[in-house]
């Protein structure tokens, strides 16, 4: 079965300095790969997604990652974090069936806290 | 535009006592839908998932069921609630196309006693 790996269960980082939060998975055919985030006392909803063409995403909020396909990896970067960037981020996979119908598998997630 | 509801927001029941929680889909039709249960530290955790009216995929062996009785309306259930069914569960919907992208529900705080 397919999984979902993200390094850092909890990262404590200043306002101002820079953010890589590490996901890999183990599937080796095609992959959609998504990052969720949730903000203390709201919903998932996506930060970014990677389905196609060009390996480098951008999405919301600054946030941006890298599809590295040889290292099955899909890690989150900003270069510079802020306090409302407070939350619990999720790494997720889908293998590539067409339909959509078997869902999304997700990483365990990072909780990231940013001190003013 | 496409909006999800889940209710209750919060739950507390005691154990051995039965569940439902319901979630409903407005604006498009034909959704994929499923359940999640999101616990401290291990992720989201895929429980059930379907693809039209009656149809019901279980990912993990649970003390728990889904239906779908109607188009965009999804249900969990239990007939006698453990301890270990406490935790947050989120409802989720799909569009079935190749985006794969799911839309998630505000989500239902259970805590079994």
Known sequence: ?116 | SQTIHQWPATLVQPVGSPLSLECTVEGTSNPNLYWYRQAAGRGLQLLFYSVGIGQISSEVPQNLSASRPQDRQFILSSKKLLLSDSGFYLCAWTSGSDTGELFFGEGSRLTVL
């Open chain 1, 1 to 116: 079965a397919q999984s979902v790996s993200q390094h850092n269960h909890h990262v404590i980082l200043s306002e101002a300095a820079s953010l890589e939060l590490g996901c890999n998975y183990s599937y080796g055919g095609t992959v959609n790969l998504f990052w969720y985030v949730q903000y203390p006392g709201q919903h998932l909803q996506l930060l970014l997604k990677y389905f196609s063409g060009d390996p480098l995403v951008k999405g919301i909020k600054g946030f941006e990652a890298e599809f590295i396909k040889s290292k099955f990896s899909f890690n989150l970067r900003k270069p510079s974090v802020q306090w409302s960037d407070t939350a619990e981020y999720f790494c997720a996979v889908r293998k590539y069936s067409g339909g959509g119908a078997d869902g999304l598998t997700f990483g365990k997630g990072t909780h990231l806290i940013i001190q003013p």
